[in-house]
């Protein structure tokens, strides 16, 4: 009997070794993440970097850095063809809302940036948003450099589509960016969701100067 030597492995790609370490910082990330908001609040707020963006919103008219000033935002990132993270997130973020109270409601912006400009628009984005809630603000970039600008500014990372290949899908974070009313970036919420503790802290967050 002979042995059979074992198959050489393959090396990796540097596509594949870069995707794997930008997911290793974004788990590095929400694990920080979950204390920054839901356990330790920081003592002053982080600010927005990467300067300023415009972007199309589904309300009409563009979505800038100043339009975050005047009311608590979550922004998070995704794209109507999404298969998990989106449409879970978005359910999730309806049933909060209808759970909060109605002052609470009134004072939160709920944000989504689409990380597929190449087929989301801003008419689709707004009627996929429809689904969940009308109210759900979509924003869609004029190109990747324009989406790059916004992920820089609330540091949560995305990895730009193969949009050559047919049925693409984008890797994203699924964190939440918490946005003060005076437009300052006060922290993040890790995703999956827990609804009890957003319920319960939301309004907190909201009231917070």
């Known amino acids: 009997m002979t042995n059979t030597p074992p198959k050489a492995k393959r090396p990796l790609s540097g596509l594949s070794l870069f995707r794997g370490l930008l997911w290793a910082m974004v788990v590095v990330v929400a694990i920080a993440a979950a204390g920054l908001y839901f356990f330790r609040p920081p003592a002053s707020p982080t600010g927005l970097t990467g300067g300023s963006f415009t972007l199309q919103s ?96 609330v540091s949560i990372p995305f990895i730009p589509a193969d949009t050559s290949k047919p049925n693409y899908t984008v890797d994203h974070s699924g964190n939440l960016a918490v946005i003060g009313p005076d437009g300052t970036q006060r922290g993040f919420i890790r995703a999956p969701l827990n609804n009890a503790k957003l319920v319960a802290q939301l309004p907190v967050m909201l009231n917070r100067k």
């Open 58 to 153: 589904t309300a009409g008219g563009t979505f800038t850095e100043a339009s975050l000033k005047g009311t608590p935002t979550l922004l998070f990132f995704g794209y109507t063809f999404c298969p998990d993270i989106c449409p879970t997130t978005l359910a999730q973020l309806r049933q909060i809302k209808s759970e909060l109270p109605k002052d609470a409601v009134d004072k939160l912006q709920i944000v989504l940036v689409s990380v597929d400009p190449n087929r989301d628009n801003p008419q689709q984005l707004k009627q996929y948003l429809g689904y969940f809630d009308p109210q759900f603000v979509g924003l869609t970039p004029k190109s990747i450099e324009e989406l790059q600008k916004v992920a820089n500014a």
